[in-house]
């Protein structure tokens, strides 16, 4: 390889801490765009007009919106009131047909078309939403970068790989579902057969220590297993939120983080 490809000391860094580089880099991806996009958006109407007319950031990316601290909660203000200004022409509409960015000038470049639907009230799963884009890019690029690697032979790459267990089975069946060649495939397939036969393992103790039994035997590291169990399946984030963020902690974290 010429050029050291998108993520690739990010992958090799994250799974030496048996993380999975699929889940950790969607998730601050999309969390530092959500963070820096924010000062554009409050200052750049073009990038409103953006905004509202994909509807803001789908459930999950506004729960993210709220958990990030922040120096500028007046920028959040700003944009969600310009949806609420949204969903009341809309409510008043009532079944007329009502397409947002037609009342007030579509944006010229047309990045977004406007659908000639009426589009729903709630946007809470949002096909548009633009932190989606960003974590659905994050997401392709890792895999890409890892199968990529993996397929070239390259050493630390598949060292990483033969020494860690941290994708979850999410990312590693995205990761197999493309065409490998059977060194790759049987990497990847050991590297999540560690971790199963890990968790099973530790449910198993800890399924036997919450029986009536045994329940005088304190429970050790297997006490949380079922969590992990759970995120390992489904790629869901255990990281603990923070609950009393003060304003610029998500900026030093970044930075901590590069
Ligand atoms: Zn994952
Ligand atoms: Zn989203």
């Keep these: 390889m010429t050029q050291t490809p998108a993520f690739y000391f990010d992958i090799l860094e994250i799974l030496s801490r048996g993380r999975c580089p699929g889940c950790e880099l969607t998730r601050s991806k999309a969390m530092h765009y959500i963070d820096h996009a924010l000062y554009g958006l409050v200052t750049d109407p073009h990038a409103q007009n953006q905004f509202a007319d994909t509807g803001g950031y789908c459930r999950k990316h506004g729960e993210m919106l709220l958990k990030i601290p922040w120096g500028s909660a007046l920028g959040v203000a700003i944009l969600y009131n310009r949806l609420i200004e949204d969903a009341v022409e809309e409510l008043k509409a009532g079944g007329e047909e009502f397409v947002a960015g037609e009342k007030r000038g579509a944006p010229t470049l047309g990045f977004f078309p406007v659908k000639g639907r009426k589009?729903?009230?709630?946007?809470?799963?949002?096909?548009?939403?633009?932190?989606?884009?960003?974590?659905?890019?994050?997401?392709?690029?890792?895999?890409?970068?890892?199968?990529e690697s993996l397929r070239a032979l390259d050493q630390r790459m598949l060292e990483a790989v033969n020494g860690s267990e941290g994708f979850c089975l999410y990312h590693l069946d995205l990761a197999l579902s493309n065409p490998l060649p059977e060194k790759v495939e049987t990497?990847?397939?050991?590297?999540?057969?560690?971790?199963?036969?890990?968790?099973l393992a530790e449910l198993k103790e800890f399924m036997r220590k919450s029986d009536y039994r045994f329940t005088?035997?304190?429970?050790?590291?297997e006490g949380d297993s079922w969590t992990r169990a759970v995120a390992w399946v489904t790629g869901v984030s255990l990281e603990k939120e923070e609950t009393n963020p003060r304003p610029g902690d998500l900026k030093r974290k970044m930075r901590a983080e590069r």
């Design 216 to 221: 005088g035997e304190p429970m050790g590291p």
């Design 187 to 199: 990497a990847l397939r050991l590297h999540g057969l560690r971790r199963a036969e890990h968790l």
């Design 119 to 147: 589009r729903p009230l709630s946007r809470g799963d949002n096909p548009d939403c633009l932190a989606c884009k960003v974590e659905h890019e994050t997401e392709q690029g890792v895999l890409h970068t890892l199968t």
